[in-house]
């Protein structure tokens, strides 16, 4: 294949999915690593560094309109990380030491887990009648705007939280992904923090996460720059018309969809990891 | 469990610096790649590319001193990775930031959380990880 051909296939891929990525909540990497890996035959590695790009790119791409919005918390970002960044640079190493296929069946396996979750029923799990002693010494409850009036809220279980978030980033940095899935769980089920406060916070964190493992790729040679430039340009694209259209669209369908593709990816991401043909 | 519940809010202005900043990192980031993107394909777009096993030993800029080395000599790939390099230092200028945010604010217990996850970071700057 010429470097021109393989430009413009991942250029259009990538597109497609930061623009998928941003109407379904679901990360680019997840559509970036079976494009790379099944559709055009790179190696796992190379298909990892250039995700993990892609997660930087959109998560500072979308927190830049968040963050403005005022709804993320950026105190629950900063203590969560602690643990998100240790744990990421934790995954990297793990990858190297165990073979290519299996880190291939887990993705594989995270992949199904992220199509559940983009259509599970979301609950507001927010209680603001308590709170605990360690949020309160972390100074993590706050507020957010709902209809123009800020809403208070509290945050629960800090510690298991915490914990959540080391699950999370052991597998961004193992398998080069935002595991956005991983840290709403962390955020809403276990911390009850409010949901477009999650969102939001997790975005948030997940640039940073993923640059502590990003760091570590680029010095193990698995970012290519030739394929790196395809997939920035395209995802950075397709998340922001995605955004844009976001506004004006019902997603439901459209995750339903693209769930069933993903659940197809996901199996032939376990197939080829189990049968060798990585 | 207490039930004293204190909020924070957080700042306006802090937060308006940080959107702008996120957005001009990832903006500047993807038109030095866009430039670099084009120097590459004008010099090699015929030639054959296959990423089919990974070799580390043969990796194209794989470190910030080998990035500067390719910037000299107007490498199209070593224009691409300095905008790739520039994306991942975005999320880690926000962190400088906000640290420098909570100083401001005397909030000293958050500027040392930043700290840290400032100094985890910049452990992988150098952490060199056998293959």
């Not at chain 2, 990832?26 to 777009?45: D, P, Y």
């Amino acid at each position: 294949m010429t470097v021109l051909l393989f430009t413009i296939i991942v250029l259009l891929g990538a597109f497609v999915a930061g623009l998928l990525g941003s109407l379904t909540g679901l990360g680019g990497g997840v559509i970036i690593i079976p494009l790379l890996t099944l559709g055009l035959g790179v190696d796992i590695h190379y298909a990892i560094g250039a995700s993990i790009i892609s997660v930087i790119a959109t998560s500072s791409g979308s927190a830049a309109a968040y963050v403005k919005e005022g709804i993320t918390n950026i105190r629950i970002g900063m203590f969560l990380e602690i643990a998100t960044t240790i744990s990421a640079i934790v995954g990297v190493i793990i990858a190297t030491y165990i073979k290519a296929d299996y880190i291939i069946v887990i993705f594989g396996l995270i992949l199904l887990f992220s199509a559940f979750m983009m259509l599970r029923k979301k609950i507001d799990h927010s209680n603001n009648e308590k709170t605990s002693v360690l949020a309160n010494y972390f100074k993590l409850n706050g507020s957010y705007p709902v209809d123009g009036v800020q809403k208070q809220y509290a945050v629960h279980h800090v510690v298991g939280g915490f914990a959540m978030m080391f699950v999370a980033g052991t597998l961004s940095g193992l398998l080069g992904i935002g595991s956005g899935a991983l840290k709403v769980i962390g955020m809403d089920n276990i911390m009850k923090i409010p949901f477009k406060v999650s969102t939001t916070t997790s975005n948030f964190m997940m640039g940073v996460t993923a640059a502590a493992s990003a760091l570590v790729y680029l010095h193990k040679g698995q970012i290519d720059p030739a394929i790196a430039m395809p997939v920035t340009i395209g995802v950075i694209s397709g998340a922001t018309i995605g955004a844009k259209i976001l506004i004006r669209t019902k997603t439901d369908k459209l995750k339903l969809v693209f769930a069933v593709v993903v659940v197809f990816l996901a199996l032939q991401m376990i197939y080829k990891g189990l049968t060798g043909a990585a | 469990m207490s039930n004293k519940i204190k909020h924070y809010l957080g700042d306006k202005d802090v937060q308006l610096i940080l959107g702008t900043l996120l957005r001009i990192g990832v903006l500047v980031s993807t038109a030095i790649v866009i430039i670099g993107g084009v120097v590459f394909l004008s010099t090699q777009k015929n030639q054959t590319v296959s990423f089919q096993n990974f070799n580390p030993e043969q990796a194209n800029f794989s470190s910030v001193a080998k990035i500067f080395t390719g910037l000299k000599a107007m490498d199209g790939l070593a224009i691409i990775q300095f905008g790739v390099l520039l994306l991942i230092f975005t999320p880690i200028a926000r962190v400088v930031f906000s640290i420098f945010s909570f100083l401001m604010e005397k909030d000293y217990m958050y500027v040392v959380i930043g700290i840290i996850v400032l100094c985890v970071i910049i452990t992988s700057l150098y952490l060199d990880i056998a293959h």
